[in-house]
């Protein structure tokens, strides 16, 4: 071969190879987590924790050792149950993982800056105090403290302690001494910064004592105070409790010095220690303030099993805004959760802007009094040096460094805000930027002159489209009292109903066949059937009929109108007679409110034999001549027959479980049947329902997990009331949320209404 032929030869491409960044720990799954999916963590080699997806997590996991892009997408989609391409790979690796630092390319020798959280009035002007590795050791010692007997002693002395301190009467003695004696706040300076330090270590060894392994102890600015700060990171990949014990166990170790402090007073008389305790006692209620991040923010914030407060105030305030959605990091949480945060905000958002408002108003004072106070202490600087007083000397020192701290943390705290603020705007500029080059891209070259004609006359030309009116609420009522000159627009629940209705009325070409069943009795099926086939009926205008097409006595039309004598055996013997949807209405029950049909199963106990699966051919051809959407009502023998002949037929499946662990399974094991014997396409399409049978019967969240990475949606819906009695059943009657479960479900089997060809 010539070098010139060598030249000239197609390049060889190979797959992209990725590996993990160096010093990675796994964490393992959040404990507790307030969001719907699992989360898992992740430790870099920085120190810095984060937060990933089950997807991101396998995808982190596989990509070592590096190999081929279509292997390490193969082990995830195997892992995962979903198919994962090697372009949606590479997406997640270059726009997820190697941003956060945590994957490579195989070539490369050392990642790019990794991205670092920088949590919004976070601690700034940080430094260590005590190594992570003596902070272990320290905590393990201390760790025994946390014996349960031991904590609930330490809090019954505490009250003792109070009640003595109390009727001692010593206090005001104690304040009159410090203001004969002002030097003595230097030693009690001394004591709540050493039980500050304490405060710290009884983190750190509750976070031991849990289980979890304690960081460094450290030091910086606070908004304008200096503090202390443990890390206790590696807290969340233990359990709720744990978590909640780190949090506390600051406090907890200031009740024991409070003791010592406390019994030392009832020894010696010192005013110096009486006035520690009680300063450290008022410092031990700030901490449970919950709106910044003092102790009692992080109690809330793992109770409500979200890591950062703060990183969900912007996403609640725009899911508040009338007439929006919610924000997918307000939708990703649990009811619970949600309802814990959103409240939070409302309560912290006003007073911290308020606070901030204050302090902007009131800083050219404040810097003007500081400056003041640094002179004064200049002055008792002076004095105390010309007298070689030093204790005095080292108090004006303390002071002027405490009137100087609280400046610049004011400083510090006002930049940040301005910085975040600056950010906000220049991505909002440049989003705004891009936008304009894309449409300017969009219009060059122009187009070719346009022609007039009569098509140009439509409705979208002609006339503006009108903005949405609310249906309910206050909102209707306020389009309705000003005569429809103030228009709200629909809350965000009625813009999804909307959209949930929509989706549910797509045009159906010819007919459809959903069939709807259950590998068990009892859950629900039949009752499930009627109410999708009335919300069908109900919200549509095309003809909706159910079949009860149990091989065994069914009860559906018994549920929807009195017994009627003529039955799917009756349209099969007359099948030849039956030309018009006139004389097949002779064969069906109506709901008298849905306008839903239902064709009853033959249930004489005379029957000797079950119809079958050419039967039940030949009675759904005869149905797709006249109605658009067919239901059809089974048994729960998938082995049967019929039914085996209903999933030949159907377009679609509904998949009704039991809210449990034998439920999940049944259907589990349903899905795993049609997928061995040629019906994983309809396993790729079926909507599973879910059905709690009782009162808060809420399906667990790993069984949801398995339906949705297999099927198309899954929807659980309500115990309700109305359904129990298994008669006649009014839809009006169902409970609010049931019906919206009911219209949910009734949208997820209409997205996959397409039209099909003649």
């Not at 409070?258 to 520690?276: D, E, H, M, N």
């Not at 109305?722 to 008669?727: S, V």
Request: hydrophobic share 45%; aromatic share 6%; net charge neutral.
């Amino acid at each position: 071969m010539t070098t010139t032929e060598h030249l000239t030869e197609p390049p060889r491409t190979t797959e992209p190879r990725w590996r993990r960044a160096r010093g990675l720990e796994f964490l393992g799954p959040v404990q507790g987590s307030g969001l719907k999916d699992p989360a898992f963590l992740v430790r870099r080699e920085d120190d810095q924790v984060v937060q990933l997806s089950e997807l991101l997590h396998l995808v982190l996991r596989s990509v070592d050792p590096p190999r081929p892009a279509a292997e390490v997408a193969d082990d995830v989609s195997a892992a995962y149950g979903l198919t994962l391409t090697v372009d949606g790979l590479a997406h997640l690796v270059t726009t997820r993982l190697e941003p956060l630092g945590l994957v490579l390319p195989d070539e490369a020798s050392e990642p790019a800056r990794p991205l670092r959280a920088r949590p919004l009035l976070a601690l700034t002007a940080k430094g260590t105090l005590i190594p992570a590795h003596l902070t272990g050791r320290l905590a393990g010692v201390l760790a025994p403290l946390f014996w349960g007997p031991l904590v609930l002693a330490a809090l019954a002395a505490l009250v003792v302690a109070d009640v003595a301190l109390l009727a001692g009467g010593g206090f005001w003695a104690a304040v009159a001494e410090l203001f004969a004696t002002p030097t003595i706040a230097l030693l009690i300076y001394a004591l709540l910064t050493v039980s500050a330090i304490v405060h710290e270590l009884g983190h750190a060894a509750a976070c031991r004592y849990s289980g979890a392994r304690p960081g460094e102890i450290g030091f910086g600015l606070y908004l304008v105070f200096p503090a202390f700060y443990t890390d206790v990171t590696d807290s969340y990949r233990i359990g709720r409790s744990g978590r909640v014990r780190t949090d506390l166990g600051g406090l907890y170790f200031n009740v024991l010095t409070v003791l010592a402090l406390g019994a030392g007073y009832l020894a010696t008389g010192s005013a110096v220690l009486l006035l520690t305790v009680v300063v450290l006692q008022l410092q031990m209620l700030q901490q449970l303030i919950p709106v910044v991040r003092f102790d009692g923010y992080y109690v809330l914030s793992d109770l409500a099993g979200v890591p950062d407060l703060f990183a969900r105030v912007g996403p609640v305030l725009r899911s508040l805004r009338p007439g929006h959605l919610d924000d997918p990091r307000v939708r990703e949480l649990r009811p619970r959760s949600r309802r814990l945060v959103t409240g939070w905000v409302l309560v912290v958002v006003p007073l911290l802007t308020a606070a901030f408002g204050w302090a902007i108003w009131h800083l050219p004072e404040f810097v003007a009094r500081g400056r003041d106070g640094v002179r004064l202490q200049q002055l008792v600087f002076d004095v105390a040096w010309e007298r070689r007083d030093w204790a005095g000397l080292a108090l004006a020192v303390v002071s002027i460094a405490l009137l100087l701290l609280p400046l610049l943390g004011a400083v510090l705290a006002i930049w940040r805000v301005l910085e975040t603020l600056g950010a906000l705007a220049r991505g909002h500029v440049s989003a705004r930027l891009a936008s304009a080059a894309d449409t300017y891209d969009a219009v060059a070259p122009p187009d070719p002159p346009h022609v007039v004609s009569a098509a140009d006359f439509t409705d979208e030309v002609m006339y503006a489209a009108p903005a949405p009116v609310p249906r309910h609420g206050w909102r209707s009522a306020v389009y309705r009292g000003s005569g429809h000159l103030l228009n709200p627009g629909p809350s965000a629940p009625e813009q999804r109903r909307r959209e949930l209705e929509h989706r549910l009325r797509t045009p159906i070409d010819g007919s459809r066949r959903v069939v709807v069943m259950s590998r068990k009795g009892g859950v629900g099926k039949t009752t499930i059937t009627l109410a999708l086939g009335s919300t069908f009926a109900l919200l549509r205008g095309d003809r909706v009929i159910a079949v009860d097409a149990n091989p065994d006595a069914g009860n559906l039309a018994h549920r929807v109108a009195p017994p009627h004598d003529r039955t799917v055996t009756d349209v099969l013997r007359d099948l030849g007679q039956i030309t018009t949807y006139a004389t097949l209405r002779r064969y069906t029950s109506q709901a008298a409110e849905s306008r839903l049909e239902v064709l009853a199963s033959d249930d004489d106990p005379g029957i000797g034999m079950a119809l079958g699966r050419d039967d039940y051919h030949r009675l759904i051809s005869l149905l797709d001549r006249f109605y658009n959407l067919i239901l059809l009502d089974t048994g729960t023998g998938i082995l049967d027959s019929a039914n085996q002949g209903l999933l030949t037929e159907a377009d679609q499946v509904v998949l009704v479980v039991r809210a449990g662990l034998d439920g999940g399974r049944a259907g589990a094991l349903t899905l795993d049947w049609m997928d061995q014997h040629g019906f994983d396409d309809l396993v790729a399409r079926t909507v599973v329902v879910v059905n709690a049978e009782r009162r808060g019967g809420e399906p667990p969240a790993p069984m949801i997990r398995h339906f949705e990475k297999r099927c198309a949606r899954v929807v659980t819906v309500p115990w309700d009331a109305a359904l129990e009695p298994g008669a006649l059943t009014d839809m009006s009657s169902l409970h609010r949320r049931t019906r919206e479960s009911l219209v949910d479900i009734a949208a997820a089997v209409a997205d996959n209404f397409v039209a099909e060809g003649p």
